[in-house]
């Protein structure tokens, strides 16, 4: 009666035995016992020889599992270094795109023989710059309208040694000082860097796309708050958009800047000395 009594025993705490978790005094009393009893031994032998089957398919399954897994992964890999590369090939493209139109841009800055006009408006302003430049000399003319009609004309001239800075606003006319000359002479507006690395960096982060503005086929680079359209054939920009904030009556009003340049036209003939008749010299 003792023996059964002490195998119910045994059998009840096999489990526990096979997967370490008994004490020590519970140890030495089952292995005892299994040296007397057949039948407690082959259940201990049915129950390892099951615990190693299910050992094996979990062992398959965390196999099967981790293959899926890394294969998974491998595809990942594979796919974030494609995107990688395309990215990068995608970068060094507008990086060369950029390196060539500042290329033509540099030969067109070096012309000291051009004519230049801007149109410059943002909702119902509108500003046109005329600029005739041949060497030092230039004779540069700014009118500002508002609702069609002029509010202001400026009128800068240089011609050897002699300067003139004359102002015209709200019907009042006056010789200003030469010193007082700011933006009389009207330089060819760029946008692209002569580095490569430099534009390279600046590729990572600024859309291109080919477009056409103005007649012209151009590129156009994409900013948050700005759009600049370069023309491919000179490497100068054609317009300028300054996006601005929304106003009172929720929508925005850009600021836009047309460009028109011609190369080796200007004669001696167009820089001609204004008349300043009328004028007062403001003191």
Avoid: W
Avoid at 1 to 12: G, H, L, S, W
Avoid at 85 to 109: C, D, H, P, Q
Avoid at 249 to 258: N, P, R, T
Wanted: a negative charge.
């Amino acid at each position: 009666m003792n023996e059964k009594k002490d195998c119910k025993i045994v059998q009840d705490l096999l489990p526990n035995y096979i997967e370490n978790l008994t004490s020590e005094e519970t140890n030495l009393f089952i292995k005892e016992h299994l040296k007397e009893c057949t039948e407690c031994q082959n259940i201990l032998e049915n129950m390892q020889k099951e615990l190693n089957i299910d050992n094996m398919k979990r062992e398959e399954r965390e196999v099967k599992y981790i293959k899926k897994f890394s294969n998974k992964m491998k595809i990942l890999k594979l796919i974030i270094l494609t995107l990688i590369i395309i990215y990068v090939v995608i970068v060094i493209g507008r990086s060369f795109i950029m390196t060539s139109l500042s290329k033509k841009a540099k030969e067109n800055l070096l012309n000291n023989n051009y004519y230049a006009k801007l149109y410059s408006y943002q909702g119902d302003s509108l500003t046109i710059t005329e600029s005739y430049n041949k060497g030092e000399d230039y004779l540069t003319t700014k009118t500002s309208y508002v609702n069609g009609n002029q509010i202001q004309k400026l009128t800068y001239y240089k011609k050897g040694t002699e300067e003139l800075f004359l102002t015209d606003l709200d019907g009042k006319k006056y010789i200003q000082n030469p010193e007082s000359m700011v933006g009389s002479h009207v330089v060819p507006e760029i946008y692209v860097s002569c580095g490569f690395l430099t534009n390279m960096q600046e590729a990572f982060i600024t859309g291109i796309d080919k477009t056409y503005c103005n007649t012209k086929e151009c590129y156009v680079f994409k900013g948050n708050d700005y759009e600049r359209y370069v023309d491919k054939e000179t490497g100068l920009i054609v317009r300028a958009i300054e996006k601005s904030d929304i106003d009172l009556f929720s929508s925005q009003i850009d600021m836009i800047i047309d460009y028109e340049y011609k190369f080796n036209v200007v004669q001696d003939s167009d820089i001609v000395r204004p008349d300043t008749t009328g004028y007062i010299f403001n003191e």
